[in-house]
């Protein structure tokens, strides 16, 4: 702290933008001044604490070097399992920032170093004292004294237009007039033609944001954050600035709202996977109308980090499945996002793959085999699905021992459309034998996720994930339930009207 | 009449006063005299063939990534050849177009200010600069958007580059002198170039940078000889 600005500075709060006592400070302080007077001068929030440059280094040290690396160019020992790469901060490009320049406020630094950046290893550290991330936005800051030499310059978004059916039909138009789909794909799963290529500055590959999941922005998901993005672009990366570049300065809200009704705003994860019961026929078809009248369960899963090779990285870390069942067979509609459909070359890319993991038998009591596919003691019952192989019944043994099954009846179908795979897998509700499960309404069964994207390089123990999830079959739908209520009340009342006639019968006696 | 005659008036006394302050310098300029640049290269060519898989109907199915080209008697196309420190330049806007999913011309110069950049394919574009002293840009060109106008103060040399087609790559020297791009002979003409000594500049995306101290005549033409060498 440097007490002779903080008595001296039109703002009580020490020097705020906490540079080194270096001999030359006296020349950053004056320019801390102008950028500060700038700051107060645009309405930004001055900080509210001060910022020690020091005491933000040993944050930094404790909680950031491990993968933005000392002298902060991003190369922590951690970087080379990240994908995104860590920040290198030493070239003072922001990703994320409200300004028109390329320099971010602080409030911007403080925004990502407390809540994260979602879909990356960037952890929200909203967990240490606020102080301290002040302290470290002013240390990170000094990796690029250059960049914050120009102040921060507010960006003026056009006026917000508010969502309705016009709007988004407007941002439809212009999504496809400035050509999102060459990078975001056709419908924003992040599966366009310039995807494979795209890189960062510093050479490192960048995928396109899926619009559908906006819970995984970088930069937040609230209609300004987009609106921010789309104007500004994403600096360092080849998201360009489109404010210069729509027909109409309003066409950036209406891309917003476009992009806003492209998905849910949160994935709205179930707890339980609910098999409805149904008396028809079960399609094999995922793209049959049936399906979208079941009710999904949206599972969210990680990257398996137990054994090698491990999965840093979950490229899948969302199914939804619809799962139904009627007299004869059990049958699950599965939805992912995959950018690519792989078959694979068996060197750097491998077969897209899901599959479905169950106890090969019902579970007495609490006990379930190793959820990560089962170990040499307990197996464990797969009903997988593989890109080019189509659908098979497998045992596992572990996520490297997978020994497929003889005989059974599962079939299914996938089909691969803008970025999303949908899959119906099916086998008969009973099954012979030890080594397969079966099925019965009201019993919670367990049940286990892994998915494979092979184009980016799943396969065998890197895959995605969850620990086991319970699975539910629904109780077979009836006209009992039409015909006992009504029995029910029907007999109540013909006791009432008896019991009523023998009390009058008394009172008239 | 009295209008006519004052604002006649005005233009005269604004037009000399103009004259008067420029004249001068392009006087100074006229005074100077021509550098003829050869660049030579002994080495091969080195121009990558790759496949396109998108935009085929605009960018075609193949394109080429020109990094050296070398023409006839070794001469070294799309090298910078500069004067850097002629004083009195006239300005150089350069034009870039993106055409078949190409930076047209390949390389360009230009003295500092204000560049145009054209998109004549009806397909998006993004240039993404990767330029120290300037401000880095990275700014989409859609269809719609048939020029745009972009300024850069500061020398350097810039790398232009297109995140929708990987293999797109341009390069736009900003100079502050006389400056000029070698032709597939590998010859670049400096001209009005100030009498005296100058340093003149070659700078090629892949060969690198030489410079040699050259004797300036004015209304002369003074030639002089680079030998780039591979790295």
């Keep these: ?42 309405g930004a929030a001055a900080p509210a604490a001060a910022q020690d440059v020091n005491a933000g280094k040993a944050v930094y040290e404790r909680k950031c070097m491990l993968c933005h690396g000392e002298k902060g160019d991003g190369k922590g020992p951690a970087a080379e399992l990240l994908l995104p790469k860590p920040r290198d901060f030493t070239r003072g490009l922001f990703k994320i920032r409200s300004t028109a320049n390329k320099t971010p406020t602080d409030q911007d630094l403080l925004r990502i170093v407390s809540d994260g950046m979602p879909g990356t290893s960037m952890p929200a550290w909203e967990v240490l004292p606020e102080k301290d991330r002040r302290n470290v936005v002013a240390y990170v800051k000094s990796f690029a004294p250059d960049t914050f030499k120009e102040a921060p310059k507010k960006l003026e978004l056009p006026k917000e237009v508010a969502s309705s059916e016009a709007s988004i039909k407007r941002g439809k138009e212009m999504f496809e007039a400035i050509e999102c789909h060459k990078c975001h794909g056709t419908e924003g799963r992040a599966d366009g033609p310039s995807r ?60 917003t709202n476009y992009i806003v009704s492209l998905g849910p705003d949160s994935p709205q994860p179930a707890t339980l996977v609910t098999v409805a019961a149904v008396k028809d026929a079960i399609p094999d078809d995922p793209a049959a109308d049936f399906w979208k009248k079941v009710a999904p369960n949206n599972i969210l899963l990680e990257g398996q980090v137990i054994v090698d090779p491990r999965n840093f990285n979950p490229a899948i870390d969302l199914v939804s499945v619809r799962a139904v069942y009627n007299d004869r067979e059990i049958a699950f509609h599965l939805t992912w996002d995959d950018p690519d459909e792989t078959k694979g070359d068996g060197k750097s890319t491998f077969p897209d793959a899901l599959s479905l993991q169950f106890a090969p038998q019902q579970p007495t ?15 464990v019952y797969l009903l997988r699905w593989e890109q080019g192989k189509g659908v098979s019944e497998v045992t596992a043994h572990g996520p490297t021992k997978l020994t497929p099954m003889q005989g059974g009846e599962a079939a299914g179908k996938a089909v691969f459309k803008n970025g999303q795979y949908t899959l119906v897998m099916k086998r008969p509700l009973t099954a012979a034998g030890a ?75 | 009449m009295r209008k006519v005659f004052v604002a006649l008036t005005a233009t005269t006394l604004v037009g000399s006063a103009v004259m008067f302050a420029i004249g001068p310098r392009l006087a100074g300029a006229q005074g100077g005299g021509t550098v003829e640049v050869e660049v030579k290269y002994n080495g091969a060519p080195v121009v990558e063939k790759l496949k396109v898989n998108k935009d085929t109907e605009k960018c075609g199915t193949e394109t080429t990534i020109e990094k050296v080209v070398v023409g006839s ?72 958007k048939k020029t745009m106008t972009e300024k850069f103060d500061k020398p350097e040399v810039i790398k232009l580059t297109c995140d929708v087609h990987s293999w797109m790559l341009g390069w736009l020297a900003v100079v502050p002198g006389v400056a000029a791009v070698s032709d597939t002979n590998g010859v670049a003409k400096l001209e009005n170039v100030p009498a005296g000594k100058q340093k003149i500049e070659v700078w090629h995306e892949t060969l690198g940078k030489q410079d040699k101290e050259v004797d300036v005549k004015a209304g002369q033409t003074t030639k002089v000889s680079f030998e780039m060498k591979g790295k």
Excluded at chain 1, 33 to 42: E, G, H, M, P, Q
Excluded at chain 1, 441 to 453: D, G, L, M, N, Y
Excluded at chain 1, 474 to 502: C, D, H, K, W
Excluded at chain 2, 86 to 112: E, L, N, R, Y
């Design chain 1, 1 to 42: 702290m440097q007490p002779g600005i903080r008595s001296g500075g039109p703002i009580q709060s020490g020097d705020p933008f906490g540079f080194p006592r270096t001999p030359s400070s006296l020349v950053d302080r004056a320019f801390g001044s102008i950028v500060l007077a700038t700051l107060v001068l645009l």
């Design chain 1, 196 to 255: 494979p290529e795209l890189k960062d500055e510093w050479g490192h590959p960048v995928a396109p944001a899926n619009l559908t999941r906006r819970w995984n922005f970088r930069g937040g998901r609230s209609r300004t954050e987009i609106a921010t993005r789309i104007a500004n672009g994403v600096l360092g990366t080849p998201m360009p600035a489109f404010l210069d570049a729509v027909e109409k300065p309003e066409d950036i809200w209406h891309l």
């Design chain 1, 365 to 379: 009591g609490t006990e379930r085999p190793y959820f990560l596919m089962g170990d040499a003691n307990d197996g």
């Design chain 1, 435 to 509: 080594e397969r499960p079966s099925f019965q309404p009201r019993v919670f069964t367990p049940i286990a996720f892994q998915a494979w994207e092979g184009g980016a390089g799943d396969t065998g123990p890197k895959m995605s994930l969850t620990s086991w999830y319970y699975l539910r079959l629904e109780e077979p739908q009836s006209n009992r339930r039409f015909f006992i209520p009504p029995v029910a009340a029907l007999l109540t009342f013909a006791v009432l009207g008896m019991l009523v006639r023998a009390a009058r019968s008394r009172a008239v006696q």
């Design chain 2, 73 to 144: 008697n070794k001469g070294l196309a799309y090298a910078v050849v500069s004067a850097p420190n002629a004083k009195g330049a006239k300005p150089i806007k350069a034009v870039v177009d993106q055409h078949g999913c190409k930076f047209v011309p390949h390389v360009s110069v230009m003295t500092p200010g204000e560049m145009e950049l054209k998109n004549s394919d009806d397909i998006l574009h993004n240039i993404h600069t990767y330029s120290t002293a300037n401000a880095a840009i990275n700014k989409a060109q859609p269809k719609f």
